[in-house]
């Protein structure tokens, strides 16, 4: 689809003839970085999505898709974020639900491995405590 000389992707959505919690099953070719995380909240029974060959850069897109809590299944392979140091452990580490993650399943192995690299890798936030001033 093309907008004033801009190509934007196109969303396709697939929805396999199954119960009604189970409809919406793949969402791919998503101009995913201007996505509003509001929007993936509509989508709470998604369990596959693939965003490969998107565009996306920064690998803390990934934390959008915290809020899907039944995907199990992600590509993102194809995406400048792929070149990031630690990007199958950070995508691992951030969504700790999927089974299967650019079309590998997940073992036990890439998931203590990812739990390290997190430890190594990510501070945990500290709480801000405010002060009152008088």
């Known amino acids: ?68 809590p039944r995907l199990r299944s992600l590509t993102l392979h194809g995406n400048p974020m792929e070149e990031e140091k630690g990007y199958r452990q950070y995508v691992l580490c951030t969504l700790p639900h999927i089974t299967t993650f650019d079309f590998s399943g997940v073992t036990k192995a890439d998931r203590t491995t990812a739990e390290v690299w997190k430890r190594m890798n990510i501070k945990p936030k500290k709480a801000r405590i405010k002060q009152n001033i008088l």
């Open 1 to 68: 689809m093309a907008v004033e000389g801009r190509l934007f992707p196109i969303l396709f959505l697939f929805c396999p003839p199954v119960r009604s919690e189970h409809r919406i099953r793949v969402l791919s070719s998503l101009a995913f970085g201007s996505l509003p995380q509001q929007v993936l909240t509509t989508f709470f029974n998604l369990s596959v999505l693939y965003l490969h060959g998107n565009s996306i850069q920064r690998l803390g897109e990934v934390n959008k898709l915290a809020v899907l």
